[in-house]
Nanobody, 115 residues
Framework: QVQLVESGGGLVQAGGSLRLSCAAS????????MGWHRQAPGKQRELVAS???????RYGDSVKGRFTITRDNAKNTVYLQMSSLKPEDTAVYYCYAINIASDYWGQGTQVTVSS
C-alpha cells in the first residue's frame, strides 16, 4: 500500500510561483510513474505533469514552458515548480503514483491564483 502526502498549495497572485511536493510512503513501493493532475470546478480532471523513474516527462499543453516536474527517487518524492501562474491554473492539484500493483492518489491540495 502506498500513501501520498502533498504540500505546498495556497493562494498566489497571477504571475507568481508556487512549489508543490508529494512524498510517497509505504511498503513495497517500487513506484514507476509519479505526477500531478488537477481539477477545476466544473471541469474534468486533467494531466498537469508526469515523470517516470527513468526521467521521462510529460506535460499538459496548458502548462508547458511554465511548470517543471522533478523527482527524487531516493526519497520517493515528486515536485512541481509552477511559475507564471494564471487564474486559470486555479484548481485542486492531485498527486498520483503508479506501481505494478495499482495507482494511488493524494488527497489534493488547493492552488488559487488571483488576478
Amino acid at each position: 500500500q502506498v500513501q501520498l502526502v502533498e504540500s505546498g498549495g495556497g493562494l498566489v497572485q497571477a504571475g507568481g510561483s508556487l512549489r508543490l511536493s508529494c512524498a510517497a510512503s509505504g511498503t513495497g513501493l517500487s513506484i514507476n510513474a509519479m505526477g500531478w493532475h488537477r481539477q477545476a470546478p466544473g471541469k474534468q480532471r486533467e494531466l498537469v505533469a508526469s515523470i517516470t523513474r527513468g526521467g521521462n516527462i510529460r506535460y499538459g499543453d496548458s502548462v508547458k514552458g511554465r511548470f517543471t516536474i522533478t523527482r527524487d527517487n531516493a526519497k520517493n518524492t515528486v515536485y512541481l515548480q509552477m511559475s507564471s501562474l494564471k487564474p486559470e491554473d486555479t484548481a485542486v492539484y492531485y498527486c498520483y503514483a503508479i506501481n505494478i500493483a495499482s495507482d494511488y492518489w493524494g488527497q489534493g491540495t488547493q492552488v488559487t491564483v488571483s488576478s
